[in-house]
């Protein structure tokens, strides 16, 4: 019912930048939150930062003044632009959203496919 496709990863060297982007698309009465998680090889998932509708931001420690989430509402995108980039950076960074898809129904959870993001020399 819900789709997400993610845009944006690559390799980028230490030091750069990388914005992803993230599109929500089907049956969707309105977005509760949204955000980024991302998981590196023999990790688990962990969240990155989310919003939520009311503009509430959850950054993780580990990108607190490198990364930054923006949306556009209108046209249910979010974004996440990445700066100072570190090799630890390195995983497949998942878009998130919590959907309701009508005026009465329950918010679900969604996801979109991942995209690699390698931070290397």
């Known amino acids: ?3 997400l496709v993610e845009s ?7 030091g750069g930048s990388l ?10 009465f309105s977005i509760n939150v949204m ?5 590196a090889p023999g ?9 939520t509708s009311g503009g509430s931001t959850t ?3 580990f990108v607190k003044g490198r990364f930054t989430i923006s ?5 249910n995108y979010v974004y996440l632009q990445m700066n100072s980039l570190k090799p630890e950076d390195t995983a497949v960074y998942y ?8 005026r009465w129904g329950m918010s679900a959870a969604y996801w979109g496919q991942g995209t690699q993001v390698t931070v290397s020399p």
Do not use: F, N
């Open 8 to 14: 944006g990863g690559g390799l980028v060297q230490p």
């Open 43 to 51: 990790k688990q998932r962990e969240l990155v930062v989310s919003i």
């Open 59 to 61: 950054y993780a420690d």
């Open 1 to 3: 019912q819900v789709q």
């Open 71 to 75: 949306r556009d509402k209108t046209k």
């Open 19 to 28: 914005r992803l982007s993230c599109a929500a698309s089907g049956s969707i």
């Open 35 to 39: 955000g980024w998680y991302r998981q």
């Open 95 to 102: 878009c998130y959203m919590e959907v309701t898809t009508s």
